[in-house]
């Protein structure tokens, strides 16, 4: 984000200083020539960003809403913004397919949850990415789960580890993008599933033009959703 230089990603965290707000803290990932952006800067204003297009959109399809997003330019090519938009996406659906009864203040308290565990770069460093913590979270909001219920509790750490096992066939290198899009498709089945709802979602129409921005995390001819070439 400072020089366009790709990123070292750490075993170990060290010292490091935001360029931008003078923060000093430990991280994980830094540039070779000693940049480095906090949490905070590099996703500075995506949670409104996130929240209103959620809110106030009348799209259907899940998918159709996390491209929308992603394609913002306020939305970098990799981050934790991902969970954000990859459970807002879903509910902002769910809430306009109207099965559910999905409010507004559901999205934004599954938003709360996602940012509260979704930190950067603990997808390697734990295993768990930001994205099916978001899937997860939304279920939890319209299921109620909670530490003392069962079923509820049981439903949503299943769709959370389908997710987490489904996205992990996407790694090599990972790609926030392509793990929101299989997310939200885990998402669709587990809806149908466990809620007889029936999403329209169009996966096959995803032709990722962010590849076109040379990323050195890009999957490309690995990736289901790079551009087809006739």
């Not at 809403?65 to 659906?93: Q, Y």
């Not at 299921?143 to 949503?156: M, N, V, Y």
């Not at 959370?160 to 992990?168: L, Q, S, Y």
Request: net charge neutral.
């Amino acid at each position: 984000m400072v020089c366009g230089a790709s990123l070292e990603y750490l075993e170990t965290a060290v010292s490091v200083v935001c360029n931008y707000c003078g923060k000093e803290e430990t991280g994980y990932v830094r540039c070779p020539k000693g940049h480095y952006v906090c949490d905070e800067c590099h996703g500075k204003g995506a949670f409104d960003l996130v929240k209103d297009i959620a809110l106030t959109t009348n799209e259907k399809d899940p998918l159709a809403i996390a491209e929308l997003l992603m394609a913002h330019p306020k939305i970098p090519f990799l981050g934790c913004e991902h969970g954000l938009i990859a459970t807002a996406s879903l509910l902002a659906a769910l809430k306009n397919d109207g099965t559910l009864s999905v409010s507004n203040e559901q999205i934004i308290e599954a938003m709360k949850r996602t940012q509260k565990q979704s930190m950067p770069p603990y997808c390697a460093l734990t295993g768990v990415c930001g994205v099916p913590i978001g899937i997860g979270a939304a279920f939890s909001v319209i299921l109620g789960a909670a530490c003392p219920k069962d079923r509820e509790s049981a439903i949503t750490m299943h769709i959370a580890a389908r997710t987490i096992d489904t996205i992990a066939n996407d790694v090599g290198p990972m790609c926030c993008k392509s793990f929101v899009r299989t997310a939200l498709g885990v998402a669709y089945n587990s809806a149908k599933e466990y809620f007889n709802v029936h999403l329209p979602i169009h996966r096959e129409k995803i032709s990722c033009f962010h590849s076109n921005k040379n990323h050195p995390n890009c999957r490309k001819e690995k990736c289901l959703y790079y551009p087809k070439t006739v």
